[in-house]
């Protein structure tokens, strides 16, 4: 049964980074299914002039702006994942908002007679505002050697970086509980294709 009576399946797709969401959402894409990253939303909702500018702006001060007047969303990455509290600030911020849109984009999908959409975040996860209002999430696990290699690769991001970001995702995955499908991400990628394949054949009968 979908929550909050609406008539689509709302997935989530959650891990740590490096895991394999971005293949994840390309694989759903692939077969025609709406699919977003929950990442991306967060950078449309801190454009300038977007609710979120201010106050970001505002917990960083003016020296994470960009001379365009953009937000430097690596600057405050390495700031966030360094200090929890200022984390948790953050995240106070952000996280309504992004909610507020997955929630716009579920309503446009109902009206497009959509029946299963998909969103992508480290986080997601049933504890979570997100995760609840979600029908089923799937969790992406890979092995640390695997995640540094590809985000080394992907980012070209320093190893010590890459460690304090898994820090900050360290409690993802903890409670198996918090989600309803687990894979591995760990083989080859026809592999992976196949274990998505899987589950998307569960969750679409």
Request: proline letters at 1%.
């Amino acid at each position: 049964m979908r929550k909050n009576n609406v008539n689509i399946l709302k997935i989530g797709i959650s891990g740590h980074i490096g895991s394999g969401k971005s293949l994840a959402i390309k694989f759903f894409r692939s077969k025609k299914y709406p699919a977003y990253d929950l990442d991306n939303i967060s950078r449309e909702i801190m454009s300038p002039g977007e609710k979120c500018y201010k106050k970001i702006i505002k917990l960083f001060g003016s020296d994470i702006l960009y001379k365009n007047k953009n937000l430097n969303r690596n600057k405050i990455k390495k700031i966030i994942f360094k200090d929890y509290k200022i984390r948790e600030k953050y995240n106070s911020i952000v996280h309504p908002e992004i909610f507020n849109k997955v929630k716009e984009y579920v309503k446009f999908h109902v009206s497009n007679k959509d029946h299963i959409i998909f969103f992508e975040g480290a986080l997601i996860a049933k504890k979570t505002k997100i995760g609840k209002y979600l029908d089923k999430i799937i969790l992406i696990k890979s092995r640390k050697d695997k995640i540094i290699a590809r985000v080394s690769k992907r980012d070209r991001m320093e190893t010590d970086e890459i460690f304090n970001i898994l820090e900050a995702q360290k409690t993802t995955g903890v409670n198996t509980k918090d989600f309803d499908y687990i894979i591995n991400n760990n083989d080859k990628i026809d592999d992976f294709k196949n274990k998505l394949n899987s589950i998307l054949e569960k969750i679409s009968h």
